[in-house]
């Protein structure tokens, strides 16, 4: 077998189950992360996100050997990059297209690259999995081979390189990433054709879905691109509902009706867009091609622009609340956010538009604002110190202005909603 130790470099919602799954097949699996809680969490047979299906594979990997988790890189036949691809503080100005553009940030791939590259050793293979923007692969292969100059890489040496660069985005949706890891089809992106081949040999250990192979920059583009196109169909979605809104029409009703036509499925509007990839992975076009991403940064701009529309729609209704009650003043308002994950039924809080929301508004508000979160146990006092998380049980009782952000599955099957209570409703499961 050419892989018999895998190394998994960055722990979280993307590493850690495929560390488990490589390791669920009998592979001697050595996770990388800088995370002392997540190592010794890991090495402990537990998981520190969650994950359905996660913490069964990972107690039954690190029981039986084949899973342990270290903070600095061992020697292994492949190294599989996982780390965050954040943006820089500083934005790029761009005249051309009217404001800034926020600019990529490599440091943390760039760091696993250097971590990793002492134990590497000729016969290896390295793939970026971590979202990044075109010529991301390219770049780590040049800090490798800067780290490394007793070895050959395929810039240079092509077939016959001593370690082999390949990328391969993930696309996987949380929640389901367990089956979506085996099911899914991958795209496999190498810098040569022998690195493509020998991707799809060690992807194919697990992956019942085809390893479709083309090169390193088609392949982080597909991944930009698949995000890119979801983030254009919502902006659609939330800029109807804003049209709607001004027009006195039910946005939800209108979508209804319009995908009966047989060609027509528009998405459902909501607060913005949130997680890891949506709201993130377009500025990685827009960065590279600020000109030519007309309709991307557009969307971009109208998903970026739908939580302040939010907040307006709160503020009024506390104003229309106050006219309506003029023996209470501002500090009487109970305000309950329901939601505050970046989508349904699940505890990531990750570039949520909804815990943005729900932040601001506590900030603005004279009194303690109700968060309503069924899958987060605890918030800490940094996520906002005029809020208090309470159980949906009960919660309206204590809300006279309720704010639904997020259609988890408790909210959408609460029917009776007191009479008293101002709704506004991003997600129309309680108009």
């Known amino acids: 077998m050419s892989f018999e130790t895998i190394s998994v470099v960055g722990l979280g919602y993307i590493g850690l189950p495929t560390a488990a799954m490589f390791a669920s097949r009998k592979l001697k699996v050595i996770g990388v992360d800088v995370n002392q809680y997540a190592v010794d969490t890991i090495n402990q047979g537990k998981i520190h996100i969650i994950e359905p299906d996660l913490d069964m594979l990972v107690h039954a990997a690190v029981t039986e050997g084949y899973l342990k988790a270290v903070t600095t890189p061992e020697p292994a036949d492949a190294f599989l990059i996982a780390v965050p691809t954040p943006f820089k503080a500083n934005r790029i100005n761009k005249e051309s297209i009217g404001g800034d553009v926020p600019e990529p940030d490599l440091k943390y791939i760039e760091a696993a690259s250097k971590a990793i590259a002492p134990v590497l050793k000729k016969g290896d293979l390295v793939i970026l999995e971590s979202t990044s923007p075109v010529g991301a692969t390219e770049q780590m292969a040049e800090w490798l081979a800067e780290a490394r100059t007793d070895l050959t890489f395929p810039q240079s040496a092509g077939e016959n ?14 929640g389901h990433v367990v089956r ?18 020998r991707s799809v040999e060690l992807y194919k250990n697990f992956v019942a879905g085809d390893c479709v192979i083309t090169n390193a920059r088609t392949a982080e583009m597909a991944k930009l691109t698949e995000n890119s196109y979801r983030d254009v169909q919502i902006a659609f979605a939330n800029e109807l509902s804003v049209i709607c809104d001004k027009l006195d029409i039910d946005v939800w009703e209108l979508i209804s009706l319009a995908n009966r036509h047989p060609r027509i499925n528009i998405l459902q509007p909501g607060p913005g867009v949130g997680g890891h990839c949506i709201a993130v992975d377009p500025w990685f076009i827009v960065s590279k091609t600020p000109e030519q991403a007309q309709l991307i940064h557009t969307a971009r701009k109208v998903n970026d622009a739908k939580p302040e529309w939010v907040i307006n729609k709160v503020k009024l209704a506390v104003a229309n609340f106050l006219q309506a009650n003029p023996t209470k003043t501002a500090v009487d308002v109970r305000i309950s956010c329901f939601g505050l994950a970046f989508k349904p039924n699940i505890d990531d809080l990750r570039e949520s538009p909804s815990l943005a929301i729900a932040q601001q508004i506590a900030k603005s508000h004279p009194s303690i604002v109700n968060f309503v979160e069924p899958n987060v146990a605890e918030i800490s006092k940094n996520l906002s110190e005029n809020a208090q998380l309470i159980q949906f049980e009960g919660a309206m009782h204590q809300t006279d202005i309720a704010v639904m952000l997020v259609d988890h599955a408790e909210f959408k099957n609460f029917k009776e909603l007191p009479t008293e209570v101002v709704v506004v409703d991003t997600k129309g499961i309680w108009k």
Request: charged fraction near 30%.
């Open 161 to 174: 390189a001593d370690v082999n660069i390949a990328h391969c985005p993930e696309r996987v949706l949380p």
């Open 180 to 197: 979506e890891l085996v099911e899914n089809d991958r795209v496999i992106g190498g810098i040569s054709k022998r690195c493509s081949e």
